[in-house]
Every structure is written in C-alpha cells, then in structure tokens.
C-alpha cells in the first residue's frame, strides 16, 4: 500500500522567512496530492492540493511543486506571518478508489 | 450545513463503556472518511465509506470498533468497552467521490477521553 513520508517534523522560522515541507510517496499510482493545515484544537483545513498532470501550483503566498519521477512533493509558503504557525500534513490518494494517506506531519512554528 | 459536522464535540467516558460518534457529511459527498489521531500525532486511519457500503475496514484496531452509514448520508462510529488507548481525537471527512482527485474536508472532531 501507499507509504507517505513528511520532513521535517518540526520546523522554526522568523517571520517573513519562507518555509519548506517535504514529502515523499510509495506508490506511482498515486495521483492527487492535497496538503492540510491543522491549528490547535481544530480540524484539518485543505490548503492547496495538486494533481499528478501538473508539476507545480500556486495560491498567494502558498507554492506546492510535485516531482512524479522522484515520487515527492514539497509545500512552500513563502513571507511566513505567525498566523502561519500550526502543524501541516500532506496526503496522496491512489487510483481505484482508495483512501487518503497521510505524512506524519510538520509542526511549524513562526517565529515574531 | 455547509461543512462536516461531528458530534459530540467533546465526549468524556468510563472505562468499560461504549461510545458512538456521529458524523454528518456535507450533503451530496457519496465518500466517507474517519481517522483517530491521538495528541501531537498524526491521522490514523479507520475506515470509509462509499456510498453505505465500507469496502476496506482494515484499519479498524480492534472487533471493539465498528462503524456504520445509511442513506449515503449520516455515519456513526461505535466503541465497545472503551479502553484509555481509545482516548483521541476522532475525525471524520467527507469527499464527493472516493480518492480520485476529489478534495476531502474535515469535521472538528470529537475529543473523547476515556478515565
């Protein structure tokens, strides 16, 4: 089955740095990507996604870049605010109907 | 409702007890999700559903879970004789169709602590 991998687990950043998330992915059947941002206490939030028939993406200060030959996709939030700060989980959905599987997860801390 | 609803928010049992967990998708969403996620991990997955029917239960952790859904619409996840390890977050989400490219959204979830 899919073996989705997230780095770093934690990260720190001074805000209006920019922040990078990595992920890798197991299966090359995979082909959509979504990614989650989770503040404490809450559910998580679909920030941006994007499917295996486009290498890159982007939303304001949100950039998600896939690499299909390599299986990894990464999350690029650039000009970080605090209000940034949470833990950010991506996913992969395999074709045929099976469920999302989830990174572990990155905490990501902004720092004022 | 125009998201995910989970209820109860929150849900504070005994041990030896049995919980169940409401779910109410967004309407029209045929895929179901639910995932447990205990403090400062990530999303485990349980089961889904398509339509009424749960095609893969392999992720439940024990026969103490079950899960059920009627009318494309309303799902409830059971635990029988809650353990403390039953103690998380549980999490539903709903999608318009199974994986596919399809985006998936989130409930609040439902805190349950088992003393």
């Known amino acids: 089955g899919e073996n989705v991998e997230q780095h770093p687990s934690t990260l720190s950043v001074q805000e209006g740095d920019s922040a990078v998330i990595k992920c890798t992915y197991s299966?090359?059947?995979?082909?959509?990507f979504p990614w989650y941002k989770q503040e404490l206490g809450k559910g998580p939030q679909l920030i941006i996604d994007?499917?295996?028939?486009?290498g890159e993406k982007k939303d304001q200060r949100i950039a998600v870049t896939l690499n299909k030959t390599a299986k990894h996709f990464s999350l690029h939030i650039t000009e970080t605010q605090p209000e940034d700060s949470a833990v950010y989980f991506c996913a992969a959905s395999t074709l045929g109907g099976q469920n999302f599987v989830f990174g572990p997860g990155t905490r990501l801390s902004v720092l004022p | 409702g125009a998201g995910v609803s989970q209820s109860p928010s929150n849900k504070v049992t005994e041990k030896g007890k049995d919980v169940e967990l409401r779910c109410d998708p967004i309407s029209g969403h045929t895929a179901l999700y639910w995932y447990r996620q205990r403090l400062g991990q990530g999303l485990e997955f349980l089961i889904y559903?398509?339509?009424?029917?749960?095609?893969?239960k392999s992720g439940l952790p024990s026969d103490r879970f079950s899960a059920e859904r009627t009318g494309e619409s309303v799902s409830t996840l059971t635990i029988q004789r809650t353990q403390q390890e039953d103690s998380a977050v549980y999490l539903c989400?709903?999608?318009?169709?199974?994986?596919?490219?399809?985006?998936?959204?989130f409930g609040q979830g439902t805190r349950l602590t088992v003393v």
């Open positions: 994007i499917r295996s028939n486009v």
């Open positions: 559903f398509q339509g009424n029917s749960a095609p893969d």
């Open positions: 299966d090359s059947a995979s082909n959509y």
């Open positions: 989400a709903s999608s318009l169709n199974l994986g596919r490219g399809t985006e998936a959204f």
